[in-house]
Antibody, heavy 122, light 107 residues
Framework: EVQLVESGGGLIQPGGSLRLSCAAS????????MSWVRQAPGKGLEWVSV???????YYADSVKGRFTISRDNSKNTLYLQMNSLRAEDTAVYYC????????????????WGQGTLVTVSS | SYVLTQPPSVSVAPGKTARITCGGN??????VHWYQQKPGQAPVLVIY???DRPSGIPERFSGSNSGNTATLTISRVEAGDEADYYC??????????FGGGTKLTVL
């Protein structure tokens, strides 16, 4: 059974750093596309970042240069290092597994974690 | 960057058909995926590649995509279908893009 469990969220002051983790089971993180998607309170979904199975990484413009996505193959875990946090980064952060059939660019998210809340406030 | 436009809300009576649109420039040339999100829960995939249904999703859920509009259709709507629905595509300029979401209200 595929499971994704996020952790690491909490209250952090503006300018601070936080690292989110997403422990996966039932599949191999390094063989899949893995993404972080966030949702500000009362708002819609916003894609944050992806790490492809080959290791390439991409980021939304809103977090580029501040966030870093990575994975630990030995722990089958996905991470999101968040630096220089701002109030507008306050959101529930979901990790999600990307899947595709015939075109690897047209991927979708077939499994999601339950999310971890990050609150940036003084 | 690529933009997907959804109506903020759609209302439908039980047993009727709900149609939720997702507009984008030449979206018919892209693959559109749809998610259902109920309050306090993570999103759930309900349609992928325009019209495919994951296992466990009722046949009442269907999708289409042509021109500048993709549509999620929910037939014989039930109270349990009340949720927010999001469309999603991949675009070379933005990577993953989500629509703003549509709140489906069952009257």
């Amino acid at each position: 059974e595929v499971q994704l469990v996020e952790s690491g969220g909490g209250l952090i002051q503006p300018g601070g750093s936080l690292r989110l983790s997403c422990a996966a089971s039932g599949f191999t993180v390094s063989s899949n596309y893995m993404s972080w998607v966030r949702q500000a309170p009362g708002k819609g979904l916003e894609w944050v970042s992806v790490i492809y199975s080959g290791g390439s990484t991409y980021y939304a413009d809103s977090v580029k240069g501040r966030f870093t996505i990575s994975r630990d193959n030995s722990k089958n875990t996905l991470y999101l290092q968040m630096n220089s946090l701002r109030a507008e980064d306050t959101a529930v952060y979901y990790c999600a597994r990307g899947a595709y059939y015939y075109d690897p660019r047209q991927y979708y998210f077939d499994y999601w974690g339950q999310g971890t809340l990050v609150t940036v406030s003084s | 960057s690529y933009v997907l436009t959804q109506p903020p809300s759609v209302s439908v009576a039980p047993g009727k058909t709900a149609r939720i649109t997702c507009g984008g420039n030449n979206i018919g040339s892209k693959s559109v995926h749809w998610y259902q999100q109920k309050p306090g829960q993570a999103p759930v995939l309900v349609i992928y590649y325009d019209s495919d249904r994951p296992s466990g999703i009722p046949e009442r859920f269907s999708g289409s995509n042509s021109g500048n509009t993709a549509t999620l259709t929910i037939s014989r709507v039930e109270a349990g279908d009340e949720a927010d629905y999001y469309c999603q595509v991949w675009d070379s300029s933005s990577d993953v893009v989500f629509g703003g979401g549509t709140k489906l209200t069952v009257l």
